[in-house]
Nanobody
Framework: QMQLVESGGGLVQAGGSLTLSCVAN???????????MGWFRRAPGKEREFVAG????????YYRDNMKDRFTISRDNAKNTLYLRIDSLKPEDTADYYC?????????????????WGQGTQVTVSS
């Protein structure tokens, strides 16, 4: 079973930028590049929501409609690492951010399709 570990969260001022990382431990042998990866977030008191996803080869990023301008998802398969860069941070970006992996390609943002999750990294944006 693959394990995912997020990092890069913290306290940042509004207007700043942040890059989150998600490192995959693929001890099971299946290559990281075979997984479609995604980022989700859960703000305090709210439901978890999809942020962005990316195909196994990294060529097909996709985003929640209102997140295309400030969020950039990418991956480095040689490093088994997924990234999420957030620019022009806003207080409403405050949330726990999670990465997830699913074993087939598709742009569906349904979290139920994701088989493996990290423990999350907290992002707090001060105004």
């Amino acid at each position: 079973q693959m394990q995912l570990v997020e990092s890069g969260g913290g306290l940042v001022q509004a207007g700043g930028s942040l890059t989150l990382s998600c490192v995959a431990n693929t001890a099971s042998g299946r290559a990281f590049s075979t997984y479609t990866m995604g980022w989700f977030r859960r703000a305090p008191g709210k439901e978890r929501e999809f942020v962005a996803g990316i195909s196994g080869n990294g060529r097909n990023p996709y985003y929640r409609d209102n997140m295309k301008d400030r969020f950039t998802i990418s991956r480095d398969n040689a490093k088994n690492t997924l990234y999420l860069r957030i620019d022009s941070l806003k207080p409403e970006d405050t949330a726990d951010y999670y990465c997830g992996a699913k074993n087939f390609w598709g742009r569906n943002s349904d979290s139920a399709e994701y088989l493996v999750w990290g423990q999350g990294t907290q992002v707090t944006v001060s105004s």
